[in-house]
């Protein structure tokens, strides 16, 4: 099955941007990467994904290293609301509806 | 935006007693998938459904079953719930097997 890593924690000051990376070396071609955050007590949010290339929305940045080996999260102007927990998410095999969810990165955004 | 609606945010039951977990979605996705969450093991996948009646076990299935008889509405059953079923129950629906999942609020279960 696919894996993906995520640093355990990470701070980031209010107001800057906030890079959170994940490294998913064993994805397969065609896979996309998902991105979500998770605030307690609360339903997994969907932030972004993407396949190749770089893609952004009006809550983050997806930036995608050309061997799809990794890829980082970018909030580009974090704020308080944004403390919680990011998970990179891939399909644990081509093909199949399972989805590798890690334990993430606990992101304190701090004042 | 799409709505995952799950009808009990906090729920109590005893040991032993049937519980039903309702998942509703309004976007007429055609996969849903329940998951369960606990502190360090992140979220294993329960049960999800492809269409309407159509169902595969994911990596947890033992001790619960699932319901899809319409396809807005997912339901999980614990048959006889047991202390260790205590969680917090996620359920999700998606369109399309690149698309992304989209999760309701989560229902956290105990069971006395």
């Known amino acids: 099955d696919a894996k993906t890593t995520q640093p355990t924690s990470m701070d980031c000051a209010e107001g800057r941007a906030a890079n959170l990376p994940c490294n998913h070396s064993?994805?397969?071609?065609?896979?996309?990467v998902y991105w979500y955050r998770q605030i307690h007590s609360q339903g997994p949010q969907y932030i972004i994904h993407?396949?190749?290339n770089n893609e952004t929305n009006e809550m983050a940045s997806l930036i995608i290293t050309e061997d799809r080996k990794s890829s980082t999260l970018i909030l580009p102007h974090a704020t308080l609301r944004d403390t919680a927990v990011y998970y990179c998410?891939?399909?644990?095999?081509?093909?199949?509806?399972?989805?590798?969810f890690g334990t993430g990165t606990r992101l304190k955004v701090l004042a | 935006d799409v709505k995952v609606t799950q009808s009990s945010r906090y729920l109590v039951k005893r040991t032993g007693e049937k519980v039903f977990l309702e998942c509703v979605q309004d976007?007429?996705?055609?996969?849903m998938f329940w998951y369960r969450q606990d502190p360090g093991l992140g979220l294993r996948l329960i049960y999800f459904?492809?269409?309407?009646?159509?169902?595969e076990k994911g990596d947890i299935p033992e001790g619960y079953s699932v319901s899809r008889e319409k396809k807005e509405r997912f339901s999980l059953i614990l048959e006889s719930a047991s202390t260790n079923q205590t969680s917090m129950y996620l359920c999700?629906?998606?369109?399309?097997?690149?698309?992304?999942?989209?999760f309701g609020d989560g229902t956290r279960l105990s069971i006395l």
């Open positions: 993407g396949l190749k």
């Open positions: 999700a629906s998606k369109v399309t097997v690149n698309q992304p999942q989209h």
């Open positions: 064993t994805i397969s071609g065609n896979e996309y």
């Open positions: 976007m007429d996705h055609e996969n």
């Open positions: 998410i891939v399909r644990a095999t081509s093909g199949t509806y399972k989805y590798i």
């Open positions: 459904s492809y269409d309407v009646k159509m169902k």
